[in-house]
């Protein structure tokens, strides 16, 4: 299939129709007839999950599975940042000129992908960022990278392109069109970090702990707001999580962090690994 008819499909589709279709049909009683089929077909390790399998009702249940609480371990330090996901570094860098790279020639602008003021978006020029994708066999809870108060959040309703190699290829500006949630942590003193969950297809919806905002709405439209009471959440507390997979973007201000040698694209995380430490 040619390049510009593979575009023209992804352009197309109903993404957001087709997304709330499978968030209902993932949730139906039915939906638990595919459990099994889904674990051997992604491999999933069920030592790891919180429960027998036979306990969760829905595919969607299984889906947003928690762990055993020893299946993972949150690197210890409080100079250490760790990743709030398992998945897989799809890219990260420098944030140059106000704008982030999504792939190989393709970029995208902060303002775009955070919703907010130029003041705001200046906060994070010159600072650094990781993209990082969850695929289907992934868990997918989402938690803290760092110890910090929940600051304010905002939520950006889009479209809903793959964000697979397929999406991240194909469709220009991807993460700044599709959906997005974003939570703004501040880690004394004055540093601060903007948690980008960014919705894609067939996820049924994006949810936080924190509040009752979700995504993937009908008619949606931009909002945000302070965080209720200002919370101080512990590194690898639960913030989240997606139903289906996605992808989640973070970003740090200037000259406030390093990452470890072995964070680079392509690399395999886990929840509470070492990602970067304070400088």
Known sequence: MSKRLLRGIIHRLPQNAMSRTMGKITASRFSRLAIKRYIRHYQIDLSQVEKPVEQYRTLKEFFTRRLKPEARTIAPGNEVIVSPVDGTVSQLGDI???????????????????????????????????T????PRD?????????????????MPGRLYPVNQLGVEHVDRLFARNERLVTFIEAPPN???????????FVGSVKVLYNTATTNVKRGCPYSGEIAGQPAYQKGQ???????????????????????????????????????KWT
């Not at 106000?98 to 994070?124: C, D, H, M, N, W």
């Not at 990082?132 to 695929?135: E, G, P």
């Not at 868990?139 to 939520?155: E, Q, S």
């Not at 406030?256 to 886990?270: K, M, T």
């Open 96 to 130: 140059d000129g106000g704008t982030l790279i999504q792939a190989k020639g393709k970029e995208y602008r902060v303002t775009e992908l955070l919703g907010e003021s130029p003041e705001l978006a200046a906060r994070f020029d010159g600072g650094k960022f990781i």
């Open 191 to 201: 540093r601060h970090v903007a948690l980008v969950k960014v919705g894609a297809l």
């Open 238 to 276: 639960e913030l989240g999580y997606f139903e289906f997979g996605s992808t989640v973007i973070l970003l740090f201000e200037r000259e406030q962090i390093e990452w470890l040698p072995e964070i680079r694209v392509g690399a395999a995380l886990l929840m509470g690994q070492a990602l970067a």
């Open 132 to 135: 990082i994708y969850l695929s």
């Open 139 to 155: 868990y997918h809870r989402i938690h803290m990278p760092i110890d910090g108060i929940l600051k304010k959040y905002t939520y």
